[in-house]
Nanobody
Framework: QVQLVESGGGLVQAGGSLRLSCAASGRASSTLKMGWFRQVPGKEREFVAVISRSGGITYYADSVKGRFTISRDNAKNTVYLQMDSLKPDDTAVYYC???????????????????WGQGTQVTVSS
């Protein structure tokens, strides 16, 4: 079994920064590609960022490029999402996701991830 636990969400003013963490257990993080998705009420869960198993490849949604940075520390079984220059539109529940497969062209699809965290709320005030 693989369990993912997010932390670091909260309330921040527009223009501020926040760092989310996702700790994995039940399987070595080096065997998992890991990503971040976000969701607001009434809308589908959307892709934010993904990082390959080794950490050598990253991809981002156009809406967060230049502002968000995904990274991982396999020794700590943890992936991070550094969020800078936050906007009110970034307000959402952020979910950590993981899968044992290789990073493929379908990395932005929810169906390509087998494991999910419980989510952490990020609220950006205007």
């Amino acid at each position: 079994q693989v369990q993912l636990v997010e932390s670091g969400g909260g309330l921040v003013q527009a223009g501020g920064s926040l760092r989310l963490s996702c700790a994995a257990s039940g399987r070595a993080s080096s065997t998992l590609k890991m990503g971040w998705f976000r969701q607001v009420p009434g809308k589908e869960r959307e892709f934010v960022a993904v990082i390959s198993r080794s950490g050598g490849i990253t991809y981002y949604a156009d809406s967060v490029k230049g502002r968000f940075t995904i990274s991982r520390d396999n020794a700590k079984n943890t992936v991070y999402l550094q969020m800078d220059s936050l906007k009110p539109d970034d307000t959402a529940v952020y979910y950590c996701a993981a899968d044992g497969g290789y990073l493929t062209r379908d990395y932005s699809r929810v169906s390509k991830y087998d494991y999910w965290g419980q989510g952490t709320q990020v609220t950006v005030s205007s």
